[in-house]
């Protein structure tokens, strides 16, 4: 492998390094906002349900009140069942406590009934609150990791960038602005290697014979002419590299390669 394309490796390992803490950053922050927005969420369902509850309270405080008026009134009619002197007025205070019994056991069927809603409302609330709470466990822990993360960024941002000014400053600028134009174009890998195969791993599509010979028996700076990343072979068999030495027939076929 010739040193110009070892360096835009260098640079590449440099840059997949950078890239995996940007994309740690970025998953953690997107993480951090989902914690945060169900810890919202949760609030916003317990504000809701405490709404509910105070509404129900008041229900509930209304037919209490609405209970003991019809305990008075019976209390009352019961006493004055002691004045009664015709059958009339007996039958019609008769009807009159019935009707109120009844009116008061509805009452008391409301009321059990509100009742159970305040038992669900409150452990709703309860669970609610308990989630929220986790979340919250939840979102403090990512807090630190993803200041742990941004501390270590910070501390190996400046070898990476040192090291990487290494390189790019050892690079043809031509050569450094294909790479860069790849990278932004095709996203990683813009330097990719070669199979023994004859296959590039950018888009696994077969090179030419002639540009595979070359690329194994010259040094030289070559793009895919399918992908146009930038190629290189690790290691050639030297069974390989001699085949690749004997005299080919000449193309006119354009192979996207230059003697570095």
Do not use: W
């Not at 390189?167 to 199979?195: M, N």
């Not at 599509?205 to 540009?211: A, D, G, V």
């Not at 070559?222 to 000449?250: D, G, H």
């Amino acid at each position: 492998m010739n040193e110009q394309i070892s360096f835009i490796l260098d640079i590449q390992n440099i840059d997949l390094e950078l890239l995996k803490f940007e994309e740690s950053l970025k998953k953690i922050n997107n993480e951090i906002e989902e914690l945060q927005n169900g810890i919202n969420l949760k609030k916003s369902e317990h504000e809701k349900l405490n709404e509910d509850l105070t509404e129900l309270n008041k229900k509930i405080s209304g037919t209490e009140v609405e209970i003991q008026t019809f305990d008075d009134k019976l209390n009352k009619m019961k006493d004055t069942q002691k004045l009664i002197k015709t059958n009339k007025e007996y039958n019609a205070l008769q009807k009159s406590i019935k009707d109120t019994e009844a009116l008061k056991k509805k009452a008391e069927g409301e009321l059990i009934m509100l009742a159970e809603n305040q038992t669900a409302l409150n452990d709703k609330m309860n669970l609610i609150k308990k989630e929220a709470e986790d979340l919250q466990v939840s979102l403090s822990s990512k807090d630190a990791e993803l200041k742990n993360i941004e501390k270590e960024f910070e501390l190996s941002k400046e070898d990476f960038l040192n090291r990487r000014d290494v390189a790019k400053s050892k690079i043809k600028k031509s050569y450094l602005d294909i790479y860069e134009t790849i990278k932004i174009r095709k996203g990683f890998p813009a330097i990719a290697p070669v199979l023994q195969s004859g296959a590039c791993t950018g888009c696994y599509r077969m090179l030419p014979p002639q540009q595979f010979n070359e690329l194994i028996s010259e040094n030289v700076f070559m793009q895919c002419p399918i992908c146009s990343r930038i190629l290189y072979i690790e290691s050639v068999p030297q069974e390989t590299v001699a085949e690749a030495s004997l005299p080919s027939q000449k193309t006119s076929k354009k192979t996207g390669k230059t003697r570095v």
